[in-house]
């Protein structure tokens, strides 16, 4: 999983829907330079939710058998040198 307790996604590729299986989440948007301010999604009862800032559809599925897909939408902080 990510370097978070709380796992964030991105979207640099654009993709229409981004399926995760967490109901807690941040949205950064893409990928530094070019992310939007961190916004905290909760889910709550619902099974998605749009980002208000960059509009990416995420759809909870509990029988995702990983974070999300696809893959490369999972965000890490960048290593320090």
């Known amino acids: 999983m990510a370097d978070h307790a709380v796992p964030h996604f991105k979207n640099d590729s654009g993709v229409a829907v981004v399926r995760i299986h967490a109901k807690e989440f941040m949205c950064v948007g893409a990928s530094p330079p070019f992310d939007h301010p961190h916004i905290f999604i909760d889910l709550g009862s619902d099974d998605?939710?749009?980002?208000p800032y960059c509009s990416t559809l995420f759809k909870y599925e509990a029988s995702l058998k990983?974070?999300?897909e696809p893959a490369e939408c999972l965000f890490t902080e960048p290593k320090a040198a």
Request: glycine share 0%.
């Open 48 to 51: 998605e939710a749009v980002c």
């Open 66 to 68: 990983s974070i999300c």
